[in-house]
């Protein structure tokens, strides 16, 4: 029997989630188009492949201090709505910055104060979907979010091709984008993510120890699926594969995480997160096997198999943070939207590393040694904290907090 809540949604829920999904959609749109463009845009300057990476790499360094900064930052402004027009609108002020220089150190510090408050925002979504979704259908929530952000990174990346060669189009399209957040969020109706004091605290670090399972497959998502869409063209160009079929596998991935994230996230409001999450690592841990032992593979059966393979880690993420919010108390959720960030983002920088010193050393099969073994580790780990351990249907909702009531002025 799954410990999931058979209670009806709140009356407006849905409403309040499509204005959320349209928020968060919005903002990710924005992210990608930036994401895209800004490398794009540095190569066609002439600038090194080297100062392009550094660029991006600072992005990276920023998301990561605002994941682990978020939850403090977020409870001095003390109002979830405002602190997210103000992201929003520190995110547009770092698209502008990027039309009136060329210099790349000022580059990669706007691309920096961008990441520290595209990381913020996301908490703040993450912890407003949890708190507006029923434990019996968190994980859809979840899920649909997660296929929102890939859907809007896709669309983004394709975008390049009508705008080229005026890409600074792109850059006002995403500073425009970001300045409509603030406005709309003020329309949300229905409760904000309460900001208590957990939250000041900063103690993010309490989810992974009353929340293992959810920590270690976030964290997991991250090295696997990081290292699998960076590293898994360097796999093919070894391979032989020609570059317009590289294309075509690098589309297959991207279909099977669309395809296997929504069913996956149902399924687990059904039968419980851990037993779904479970499931998928056992399912990456076999294609990852298969895929190491198999010996060139035909390009449409790689597809396939490349498909099937980054399909089934990709929900993870999404199961790891509705199982979280599953156990947080109410005014818990944006430290622990914070953690999940903070791991993730952590993974995210490991995995690609870890796995090509991997792969140089030992040969490009290696990158499926790498995620196989992780997905394996996972597996075990949750299939251990199954057998050991009953979690309780739900926590005891705790009620201290500050500033504004929830569906008030937050």
């Avoid at 296997?260 to 998928?280: C, E, H, N, Y």
Wanted: net charge positive; proline share 6%; charged share 10%.
């Amino acid at each position: 029997m799954a410990d999931r809540s058979t209670a009806p949604a709140p009356a407006g829920t849905g409403s309040i989630l499509a204005a959320l999904f349209l928020l968060a959609g919005m903002h990710q749109l924005a992210t990608g188009l930036l994401m895209g463009v800004v490398p794009v845009q540095l190569s066609l300057s002439g600038f090194a492949a080297t100062v392009v990476g550094w660029v991006s790499t600072a992005q990276s360094v920023g998301f990561l201090f605002g994941s682990l900064f978020a939850a403090p930052l977020i409870a001095a402004i003390g109002s979830a709505r405002i602190a997210l027009g103000i992201f929003a609108c520190v995110n547009a002020a770092s698209a502008a910055a990027l039309l009136v220089t060329d210099d790349p150190f000022l580059w990669a510090a706007a691309r920096t104060v961008s990441g520290f408050s595209s990381a913020c925002a996301i908490v703040l979504f993450e912890a407003w979907f949890a708190s507006n979704a029923t434990p019996a259908r968190r994980g859809l929530v979840f899920g649909m979010y997660m296929a929102l952000t890939r859907a809007a990174f896709m669309v983004a990346q394709i975008s390049m091709a009508f705008v080229e060669p005026r890409l600074s189009l792109l850059f006002v399209a995403g500073a425009a984008i970001y300045l409509c957040v603030p406005s709309l969020s003020l329309a949300v109706k229905g409760d904000a993510p309460a900001i208590g004091r957990r939250a000041i605290s900063g103690r993010i670090w309490d989810m992974p120890l009353r929340a293992p399972a959810a920590a270690a497959g976030c964290l997991t998502h991250a090295l696997v699926t990081t290292a699998g869409a960076s590293l898994f063209p360097v796999y093919a160009v070894a391979r032989g594969v020609p570059v317009d079929k590289i294309a075509v596998l690098l589309a297959a991935m991207q279909f099977g995480g669309l395809a296997m994230q929504l069913p996956l996230s149902f399924l687990s409001d059904k039968i419980g997160r851990r037993t779904v999450m479970l499931g998928a690592a056992m399912a990456a841990a076999m294609l990852s096997s298969l895929l190491w032992f198999v010996e060139a593979p035909g390009v449409w059966t790689l597809a396939v198999l490349a498909a099937l393979w980054a399909g089934a880690p990709a929900p993870l993420y999404s199961l790891a943070v509705a199982h979280a919010n599953d156990i947080a108390h109410d005014d818990e959720r944006i430290s622990w939207s914070s953690a999940m960030l903070v791991l993730w983002g952590t993974g995210a920088t490991i995995g690609p590393i870890a796995a090509s010193i991997l792969m140089d050393r030992t040969g490009s099969g290696a990158l499926f040694a790498f995620t196989g073994i992780l997905s394996a580790a996972l597996a075990l780990f949750l299939l251990l904290r199954k057998l050991i351990r009953k979690r309780p249907l739900a926590p005891v909702p705790a009620t201290e907090t500050i500033g504004p009531a929830p569906g008030g002025g937050g």
